[in-house]
């Protein structure tokens, strides 16, 4: 990476970190753009060279949490033999880090901004929920068909799961996730 490739992923960055910072302390609404500029002694010009709102501001900060605890998750699947166990503890991991995220984020608002917040999470687990449909089809373990149009489904469940936890993160919905998924599935 060039140096000034590099400058700009480290500007990126510390825009999104302060922003974090913002959002925490004054919320969502009442963080502005122009506070932040000052604080980083940039224009708002600059900011919004890295990112066009606080939308994508907020997603790319959620993106980056959604991201590593992908990480995470994915190292932990390798510890299991079966890809059907693989995703049942994926959708497991999905929901129970949901719930810590909606329990714990209220300042950051993410109930508020659950369709960006959700997005982020969506975008950074289809690689490993397609990775398990794939494999699975080719191991056997799941019927034959079209792995994105299943992958989606399943999105969809997941999504409509999420959903539901959004509104009450102490409602139990994995185990009726995993059987609607498995019905897909098999």
Not at 16 to 29: I, L, M, Q, T
Request: no cysteine.
């Amino acid at each position: 990476m060039d140096k000034i490739a590099v400058e700009k992923t480290d500007t990126k960055e510390k825009i999104a970190d302060v922003f974090k910072k913002h959002f925490n302390y004054f919320g969502f609404k009442k963080t502005s753009v122009d506070e932040v500029a000052k604080e980083l002694k940039v224009s708002k010009k600059t900011i919004y060279q890295f990112f066009t709102s606080k939308e994508k501001i907020f997603y790319y900060i959620v993106s980056r949490v959604a991201g590593g605890i992908k990480t995470g998750i994915d190292k932990d699947l390798q510890k299991y033999n079966t890809e059907i166990d693989r995703l049942r503890q994926l959708i497991i991991k999905i929901f129970s880090e949901s719930k810590i995220w909606l329990k714990n984020n209220d300042a950051f608002e993410f109930r508020y901004k659950y369709e960006i917040g959700s997005l982020a999470f969506k975008d950074a687990f289809e690689e490993l929920l397609a990775r398990i449909v794939k494999s699975g089809m080719e191991n056997g373990e799941f019927k034959q068909s079209s792995p994105e149009i299943k992958v989606r489904f399943i999105e969809g469940i997941i999504s409509e799961g999420m959903d539901i936890i959004s509104k009450n993160p102490d409602q139990e919905v994995v185990v009726d996730v995993i059987d609607s998924v498995l019905k897909i599935l098999m």
